[in-house]
């Protein structure tokens, strides 16, 4: 029986979403001479989402391709964000040929409604980036490198500051690119809650075969780094007692929201798990040590999966506490915490790398925490087009 979406059409851009990026962005790219100055130099590195989110539309479109309205708000942000990337508004007529042109390539199903489909797409965030535009909502903001340390051997603290104050809320995340990266983007959450000075911190990890984070990890002062719009609901109601779960980095915006909290007049009790493979990657353990002895309603569990570091951690003082803290405990950190009992009296904040945060999630919820009172987050490698 055929489908009721233009599903059809999406399934082929998710099974050939290289041949269909390579064919949209040379004829962008054909058309709009300086599109090729904005993005990188390695296609690879371009347009990654691009046939995943046009089938994420198309799977939801019925086969008139008319977009349907629950639809709209989402690319509302997107045509807000997308400004970043400096292209005015004015571009997305050419682009909304460059898909049809790359649908047409593909010889794929429906062609005539999903470029239909895709040119309302393009309609709607040109016209949320030309609101945006007269409302005077600056499409990026950039930031100096004040300083950078390495706390590991792959992971490193990175300081800046913008000078101005940089719209995002304690836990969310920010896209981010920098001069010698043009047009490559990554996201990171901001360990620090927003201030009137722009003061950034961001704690990077260094990723396998990844020259991206390699450089991302390594500034140095004097780098300007830019951002665009937050994204991310991570948030505590403040109606419930709270359980934090961080997996390495993943404390970067839960450390974000517990340094919000303490403007707060009245502040619930906050568990907080911080787990690393090796007790040497508990790259901010001295920190949270400081914060956990000036504030009753605070207590800090470091759990690692291995007693001992590996030769290569490469530890810092960051990572050692005088006596005082929770004594460490070993194991993952998904299958500990949930050994405690449910967690039903709780607002629960799970961040980090997708399988432990997935992992973590999953234990929760078989040990009876309801999914309800769950957020995650896990902005590498989390599916953010996903199949209906």
Known sequence: MESATLLDTGTVLRERGGEFRDAVQQHLYQEVLESRQVFPLSLRHTHLELADACAWVLERTPRTGALPPELIERLRRLGRDHRRHGFPADVYPAFARALRH????????????????????CSVMADAARKADLEGVAPAYSAEVLGVQRRTRHISVVRLEAGVPVPYRAGQHLPVTTSYLPG?????SPALPP?????????????????????????????????????????????RDVLMIAHGTGLAPLRAILFDMLAWERRPRV?????????GELYDLM???????VSSWLSVVPVVEHAEDAWWVGATEDSRTPRGLHLQQTGRVGELVASYGA????????AGDAAGVGDTVAALIAGGTPQDHIQAEAWE???EWPRP
């Open 102 to 121: 790359g649908l047409q390539v593909l010889g794929a199903p429906a062609a005539d409604a999903a470029s239909r489909a895709l040119e309302t797409v």
């Open 184 to 188: 490559v983007w990554r996201m990171f």
């Open 195 to 239: 201030n009137d000075f722009g003061q950034l911190e961001f704690h990077v990890r260094i990723l396998p075969d990844s020259d991206v984070s390699q450089l991302l990890a390594t500034p140095r002062p004097g780098d300007y780094w830019l951002f665009g719009a937050p994204r991310g609901e991570l948030q505590v109601s403040g109606e």
């Open 271 to 279: 568990h907080l798990f911080v787990a690393a493979e090796y007790p």
């Open 287 to 293: 920190g949270l040590w400081n914060l956990a002895a």
């Open 343 to 350: 967690w039903a009296d709780r607002d629960v904040l799970v």
């Open 381 to 383: 490698g989390a599916e």
